[in-house]
């Protein structure tokens, strides 16, 4: 499983935000001393700085292709500026690890209005749906902000930082990752709303892959458990482990295709209430939507809109950006239905494929696009796509949300949304783990989401 290489020395309950869910952010947390691994934590602290510096450099390299009026543009509410999410996470680390110093003296005062996210307990903040409009500061004083945090850091780093401290960078490390597949996300949005649908970067077209059918990987049910099992940095939503019965069921071994969601629609799938959830066909009523997002009609074909531009829909590739809504009426009108995410972990937690969540799958400079998976090899949930499970964000049994500021993060949004699970091509390698929930409004079509049926037995 996808548990980072190293056993962190503190127990970090960190708190999962709707962040990749329901917005902007998610993350932090509380954290959870454990004093004699004290010593153990502070020996891996240079590690814990180069890892901090690769992340702090990925989101530069991702921001390298855009513009400062690229990194301006908010194109809906929950879409957020590419240079908020580079100030936002660098506020990150200056308000909970530099202000747990006591000898920070913050870049830019004015600046923890501007990017703190939704903690009400540091502070008043700017208005989310409004972060378009701040044209200053300007990209390239985000980009001074964020190396006079980075400088900071190192010095606080090598200076030597308490456990709750360290436990706390190591949280902004994970937060900063999921902040980088919502610039990618965000990003996306942003450059699809142009009408010259420009791309974000040159990224590969789709491999040639023999399209088959999917094959039913069986479980036989039972009482099984699911969540963190401790060992490696876990959100504090995917905690308290606990027991589960499952009825038997299977899932299926690949993801719904491009060609399957053809097959729907030229079924009349979006015109058949019968298949929809009540809400869900008030929305398709409401909105018009007749396929998945980012796709038109071409003269002679679906054509996609992707990070790398309009493209030909590839049919074996797994069908990407369809809404909760969309993803459980295509499972009732091919008379299966969407796992739970307890099967889902289950089953993923036992896949050989899935012990590596690294490489073919997840972030990708040079595809940022999901792919067909070839056949062969142990089959595989994670990687391509999020999938979307017929669970609803909800605490664990005994969860408890942490105190403090912030605790903020995630029991505040264990309500009317849904859990997703597997990490997509945008997801950075080493951020996924059978055990991660994601969660999103039902009717969210801008993440990289799609699904994978199941069935009873
Ligand atoms: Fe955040």
């Known amino acids: 499983m996808p548990t980072p290489t190293e056993q962190p020395a503190v127990v970090v309950r960190a708190r999962a935000q709707p962040g990749l869910g329901g917005g902007d952010d998610r993350s932090v947390l509380t954290v959870q001393t454990a004093p004699p691994l004290l010593d153990a934590q502070t020996s891996r602290t240079p590690a814990l700085a180069a890892r901090l510096a690769e992340t702090r450099r990925l989101t530069d390299v991702l921001a390298e292709p855009l513009s400062p009026e690229d990194q301006t543009i908010q194109s809906m509410p929950d879409v957020s500026p590419t240079k908020w999410h580079r100030a936002h996470t660098t506020w990150f680390f200056e308000t909970f690890v530099l202000g747990s110093t006591g000898t920070h003296r913050p870049f830019e005062p004015a600046y923890g209005y501007l990017f703190n996210s939704y903690y009400e307990t540091v502070g008043p903040r700017h208005p989310r749906a409004e972060r378009g409009l701040l044209s200053r500061p300007g990209a390239a004083e985000i980009g001074a902000y964020r190396r006079h945090v980075d400088e900071a850091m190192a010095r606080a780093l090598d200076g030597g930082l308490g456990p709750d401290a360290l436990a706390l960078v190591e949280l902004g490390i994970h937060h900063e990752q999921q ?84 097959a729907f629609i030229d079924d009349g799938g979006y015109r058949t209430p019968q298949l929809w959830l009540s809400e869900g066909w008030a929305t398709v009523s409401n909105t018009g939507w007749d396929a998945p997002l980012y796709w038109r009609r071409g003269d002679h074909a679906w054509e996609v809109f992707t990070l790398g531009g309009i493209r030909p829909v590839d049919p074996a590739e797994p069908v990407c950006h369809v809404s909760y809504f969309e993803a459980d009426a295509f499972a009732r009108w091919a008379d299966a239905r969407l796992p739970t995410e307890a099967e889902w972990e289950t089953v993923a937690s036992t896949q050989p494929g899935d012990e590596v969540t690294e490489g073919d799958g997840f972030l990708d400079l040079d595809h940022l696009h999901p792919r067909a998976v070839p056949a062969g090899g142990p089959p595989r949930l994670s990687g391509q796509v999020w999938q979307w499970t017929s669970s609803a964000y909800l605490p664990y049994p005994r969860f408890r949300p942490p105190l403090g500021a912030v605790g903020e993060y995630n029991g505040k949004f264990m309500v009317n949304q849904h859990v997703l699970r597997g990490g997509s091509c945008v997801t950075p390698v080493g951020h996924h783990r059978p055990t991660y929930r994601n969660f999103f409004p039902p009717s969210a079509r801008w993440p990289f989401a799609g699904l994978r049926l199941a069935t009873d037995r």
């Open 179 to 262: 902040h980088q597949e919502l610039l990618l996300m965000d990003i996306k949005h942003v450059l699809s709303v142009n009408p010259l649908r420009p791309a974000y970067r040159r990224i590969a077209g789709p491999p040639t892959v023999a399209e088959r059918a999917p094959r039913w990987i069986e479980h036989p049910g039972g009482l099984v458990e699911v969540g963190h099992a401790g060992g490696g940095f876990a959100f504090d939503n995917e905690s308290p482990r606990h027991r589960v019965h499952l009825e038997p069921f299977a899932v299926a071994d690949r993801l719904v295709s491009c060609r399957d969601w053809m």
